[in-house]
């Protein structure tokens, strides 16, 4: 029995390979001289051979399933439109992505700044803007746009810290989280008012504007013309007026008596004039406070009176 | 993937390796075929065999690598369609009947060897598998089937075997298969 086992063990040894020489040869040996030792031989070996062909029709059937369509037989043309239609997607998204953020940026943003003003205070004006001024702080005035508002006086440069002292302006209401208040300068812009608007006249900050401010008055727009108007009073500046960006600023006393700015379209291009106290004062665009100067032209001013009196 | 690493991967026994070169040369290899007087079926059998026999090779630990195996298994392509080709031809011109009678009887024989095979479990025939065919060390099988050590692998191997034989002989007397 146990000689019986060992020859199995040599015939297996022997089909896989396992086999030192010595023992390779005792095999082949009984194959060739025991009839016995050769069927089982034969048996093992067919044996072996079937599990051998079973594991190969395995490794087809799994080669067969292997999915390898895609890999040769896609016309060029299609790859190419694959290709473009995948390129063009990518771009069309990356587009869409990039750009979202940026407008929230930009809602956000304009939330930040926003001031609810109190009912009580302004009924029709849902809110005040605030934006950053980065040049002259000093100089830069609130303003508020429209001509019935004269009540609110004196505070050419309004910052939040000063603006804790007003009422209207506590720090509550301005929703600007990442920004030192002692750095900001604030603009605030008023959407334009109705006339019958009254609430304006109780709006008074002068409590928070200190001796030193200039008095603000409120930018006006000519009838006349596309240029907006303001005048200030400032230290410095007394009769003076800068033109810059379709903005005109008028330095000095200008509430107290009317004054006119008159717009003549000519081939040289459009001029403006003030009228103010029987004269005429050219003003050119520049980004420099400048004196008024009048208009000694005996012709052009009489032009200017035609155009005035037609008005 | 490198043919290096591919040949690491059949080394470890890991079909991927064959997947990958199954997909990688498909075009190639059938194409060797096609335009040589043979079908796309014809050109995939071929190739599936070419591959399995390089498998065979690889995992023998015998085979050294001289050229890509892009080209060794291109040279087994063509060997095994020229093989082909002369048995069709044979075929054609010698007396068919003692031929099938014989072949008949063999795949049949084989047909009754791998229904008892089949009769095993599914970790029995791959044990069985993994041992004749691929050529794994015990150690091998024992990690790729889970086992706790060499010992308990070559344990569950003899007595697969042993069933294997039994079942084999069960069915057939030995006279059957020793003509």
Known sequence: MAENLDYRQLIDDYLSDNISIENRTVVEHKIATEPEFKNEFELQRNIVNAIKTTRRLELKNHLENVKIQWYHKIPTGWKVAATVSVASLTAISAYFYFSEPLKRIEIGSNDAFEIAVPDNTIPQKPSVQITEIPEEPSETPVNFADEGTKNITDKPTARLEESKASPDLTPEKVKEPDVPETSKEVEVVVPELVDEFEGAQELDIEDAAGDNLNKINPVRKDLYSNTEVKTLRHKKFDFHYELHEGILTLYGNFEEIPYEILEINSSEGKKLFLYYRNNYYMLVSTEEVSPLNPVTDTTLIKELEIVKNNK | MKDSEVLAKISRGEESALDFLYKKY??????????????????????????????????????????????????????????????????????????????????????????????????????????????????????KLGYANTDTAKTKKYKCKKRLDELVKSKYTASDFMD
């Open chain 2, 26 to 143: 498909y075009r190639m290899m059938t194409k060797l075929v096609i335009s040589n007087s043979g079908t796309e079926d014809e050109a995939r059998d071929v190739y599936q065999d070419a591959l399995i026999v390089f498998w065979e090779k690889a995992r023998s630990g015998n085979l050294v690598m001289t050229s890509k195996i892009s080209t060794f298994i291109y040279s087994i392509c063509l060997n095994l369609w020229r093989k082909e080709l002369e048995r069709k031809s044979r075929l054609s011109n010698e007396e068919k009947d003692d031929v099938e009678y014989q072949d008949l009887e063999s795949e049949e024989r084989d047909r009754i060897i791998r229904d008892c095979i089949n009769e095993l479990g599914d970790t029995c025939r791959r044990i069985l598998m993994y041992y004749y065919f691929d050529g794994l060390s015990m150690n091998d099988i024992a990690e």
